[in-house]
């Protein structure tokens, strides 16, 4: 066809196969999808032609040195046009992707003739062009001597008159015939969708067990006889290390370690009238003794900084760093570079306000004054701690800050620092949340804290392993040093057990915050946070009085963590997103869910959590489990092990459970066959 008879601008052309709505499609291919090495995805498409003859489609996956994978896809409802193929990239790098629909002679050919023969309409005709198509097969497509011997062989009973005309065309469609086919097709009319990029990056960024700690509080101490705090250190923060990866781990993240400014200082519980001896928040960033770029005095010195790295490594941690991008009044860019901070009418640096909440310590950076200064400041500050072995950022307050500088920050670092890991601290409005993903953020933290009953959890892991699974991936954290919700403050042991289960169980990735194995529950008058919250004063919670021996005892949620932990890592099911399935409980107080996974080896993990919501009444209820989302036919018998308590049933599609703060508020259960 000429060019005058295509289609012109501002359509484009259609493809002689038309494939549409190709997903999943980050801002219409604008922006990549994300996986995980080995993590499976689906991409689906809608491929369709005129007429009657067959049509049929590829998924075509191309790797970062430029191999092609072609994958078979399949149309999930014949008549509505929906083809699907479930991929796994293997390395991390840039893939892409399109899908590639095509007309099937011998699809269209099976068809016609299966029918024909039968009514005895054409017989010769449809025998011969069966053997026409299949010598089609064998020159136009490359095979090895064998699988072209399948399709010779058919070829020579097409056309062997002494044989009966059934005969004849089951040999043209015989299976072995079927699926050489389908490995290796015989395609008329290639056209392929545009390509989508596919970005892959190491199995962190869906999957990990993050620890929080504030380092000047591990090793603090009161000093009775003078009457004043003993800061923590970096050394001292490093001895904690074993305990946190003792309970299992994998990332331990640190909040500001840098000097922190003098001026309009906190104190306690965010007051104004700070005392001397008052440590200030550290995210009041900058002092005379440096700023994003310097560690706090008091806390050490970079070979001190060094030192947690490397201990943390020894034990299987990744650290964090927080990258809070706002100055104290005294940082050293506010005498350097005024130009980079908002002046107000009356001359003064505006502080940050979220009214009617008032921040009088921080300056935040106005990114559209010298955002090539600003740009490349940060750009260097970056690479300091990377430089230092930190692969791992936890970003504060992004979505006060241009989308397009993450962009740019997130890209540059990746030239040369691909595994670097992003996670959005942004509880904004969810078209922010949403980009700041689609831009470079791998991980964001996410409302999971107020999502308290059964209805809002299953709606909120709908929309998160949904589409926004391509490129956004959730962090689940039950508390932080901001949040501390009426459910954490009232609802007790179990509530604290409850939560910690489920943000371990629905997401891949997971956080606590230190002191959540104290179930540290009261909070400030008129606020969501703790009272003597650590971000303004140093906390000594005297870890050693729980451990056996100690006056505390048995009091720690300690044992918890490590016993969720452990099931996270021994069941793969858990390490991915898309793969969560709901399942019926009668009582609207209890939420199920589950994963499955198929492994290498062809046998699958599957886990399945029930867990009572209520935590303040322990309850019975009957559960009703799907068993074809679970892998299993209808009226099979399962082999239950709880995970929790170790105990074995059998169950089948109708069980009865009963939890609560009587016994345990959740089940975590694996599900096989008995036999």
Known sequence: MSDALRTAPPQ?????????DVRPSVDHGARPAKAVVGEEFEVVATVFREGHDAVNATLVLTDPDGAEQHHPMTCTNPGLNTWV?????????????????????????????????????????????????????????????????????????????????????????????????AARPLRDMVSPSVEHA??????????GAWYELFPRSEGARYDEKEHRWVTGTLRTAAKRLPAVAGMGFDVVYLTPIHPIGQAAKKGPNNTLDAR???????????????GHDAIHPDLGDFDDFDAFVAEARRL???????????????????????????????????????????????????????????????????QVWIDHGVEIFRVDNPHTKPVEFWQWLIADVAKDHPGVIWLAEAFTKPA????????????????????????????????????????????????????????????????????????????????????????????????????????????????????????????????????LNTIRREHPALHRLRNIRFHHVDDDNFVAYSKRRVLPDGTADVVLVVANLDPHSTRATTLRLDLPALGFEPGDS??????????????????????????EPCHVVTLRRPW
């Open 12 to 20: 484009v052309p259609i493809g002689r196969i038309p494939v549409q």
């Open 85 to 181: 193929a479930r991929v796994s990239p293997d390395r991390t790098g840039w893939w892409s992707y399109r899908v590639e629909g095509w007309s099937d002679p011998y699809g269209t050919w099976e068809h016609d003739a299966t029918i024909k023969v039968a009514a005895d309409v054409d017989t010769e005709l449809m025998l011969e062009e069966g053997a026409l198509v299949l010598e089609r097969a064998v020159d136009e497509v490359e095979r090895t001597a064998l699988q072209e011997q399948v399709l010779v062989d058919a070829v020579t009973a097409l056309r062997d008159a002494t044989r009966g005309d059934v005969v004849r065309l089951k040999a043209g469609t015989d299976p072995a015939v079927e699926l050489e086919l």
């Open 198 to 207: 596919l970005l892959v990056e190491r199995e962190r960024a869906l999957y």
């Open 276 to 290: 001397p001896d008052d440590p200030g928040s550290p995210y009041a960033i900058g002092s005379a003794d440096g």
């Open 316 to 382: 299987g941690l990744e650290v964090a760093m927080d990258l809070a991008l706002q100055c104290s009044p005294d940082h050293p860019w506010v005498e350097a570079h005024p130009e980079w901070f908002t002046t107000r009418a009356d001359g003064s640096i505006a502080y940050a306000e979220n009214p009617p909440k008032k921040y009088q310590d921080i300056y935040p950076v106005n990114f559209d004054n010298d955002p090539e200064g600003i740009y490349a400041e940060v750009r260097r500050v970056v």
């Open 432 to 563: 922010m949340m949403h980009t700041l993903g689609k831009v470079g953020f791998q991980q964001s933290y996410t409302y999971y804290a107020w999502r308290n009953t059964a209805a809002e959890i299953e709606e909120y892991l709908t929309e998160l392993s949904g589409d926004a699974a391509a490129y956004m991936r959730p962090s689940f954290w039950p508390t932080t040093h901001d949040i501390l919700t009426p459910y954490m403050q009232f609802g007790g042991p179990a509530a604290w057990k409850v939560r910690a289960a489920l943000a371990a169980t629905l997401v891949p990735t997971y956080g606590i915050y230190a002191g959540y194995e104290l179930m540290e529950h009261v909070a400030r008058p008129g606020a969501e946070e703790q009272i003597d919250n650590e971000k303004y004063e140093f906390k000594d919670r005297r870890w050693a009085d729980y451990e056996p021996g100690g006056p505390r005892e048995g009091q720690s949620l300690a044992g918890w963590l490590t016993m």
């Open 638 to 663: 399962l082999e239950a092990h709880d995970l929790v308590t170790d105990q074995t049933w059998t169950w089948q599609r109708d069980v009865y459970v009963r939890l609560g703060p009587e016994v």
